[in-house]
Structure formats: C-alpha cells, structure tokens
Nanobody
Framework: QVRLVESGGDLVQPGGSLRLSCVVS????????IGWFRQAPGKEREGVAC????????QYADAVKGRFTMSRDIAKNTVYLQMNSLEPEDTALYYC?????WGVGSWGQGTQVTVSA
C-alpha cells in the first residue's frame, strides 16, 4: 500500500515562497502517477500539478502556471512542489496523491499553506 506524507506548509506573506515535500513509501516513485491537489475552505479540492510516470511530463493548473514547479527525486522517493510568488488565493490544505499501475489511488494527510500579510 502506498503511503504519502506531506510537509512544508507554513504561514507566508504574499509574494513569498514555500517548498512542499511528499515522501512516498510502499512503492517506487518511478511507477506512480503523482500529483498535488489543494482544498480551500468552502471550496472543492482541485488539482495543482502532476507528473506522469510514463513520460515524466508535468502539467499545471492555469492558476499556478509560471509560479509553481513540481519535481521528483527518485532516489529519495520524494516529490516537491516549489511555490513562488504566493498569493492569498493560494491558501489551502495541500495534498499529495498517487495512483499506481493498478489504478489504486492514495492520499496524504495534507499540509496547510496560509498566505497572509
């Protein structure tokens, strides 16, 4: 069973940066389709960024393009989300999600990002 543990969330001022981490256990990261999602209070969970296990291409939501960068370290079995130029609208609970080769999905517990002056 895949287990995901996120960290790195914090309170940051507008324009600031944060790097979130998601440590993966129970499977080799190279075989997983993995992504970052977020959920703000009163809103539905939305996709932020993802990396395909097939071609290692990454995709981003329009709201974060040019500001967020997702990367992975296969040796550490960890994925990262570098978030720059943060805006109050980025405030949310950020989750890591992974789907294995059998189509089974797993979620982490989330890490809180708050952007406020």
């Amino acid at each position: 069973q895949v287990r995901l543990v996120e960290s790195g969330g914090d309170l940051v001022q507008p324009g600031g940066s944060l790097r979130l981490s998601c440590v993966v256990s129970g499977s080799n990261l190279a075989y997983l389709y993995i992504g970052w999602f977020r959920q703000a209070p009163g809103k539905e969970r939305e996709g932020v960024a993802c990396i395909s296990s097939a071609d290692r291409s990454s995709q981003y939501a329009d709201a974060v393009k040019g500001r967020f960068t997702m990367s992975r370290d296969i040796a550490k079995n960890t994925v990262y989300l570098q978030m720059n130029s943060l805006e109050p609208e980025d405030t949310a609970l950020y989750y890591c999600n992974a789907v294995d080769q059998w189509g089974v999905g797993s979620w982490g517990q989330g890490t809180q990002v708050t952007v406020s002056a």
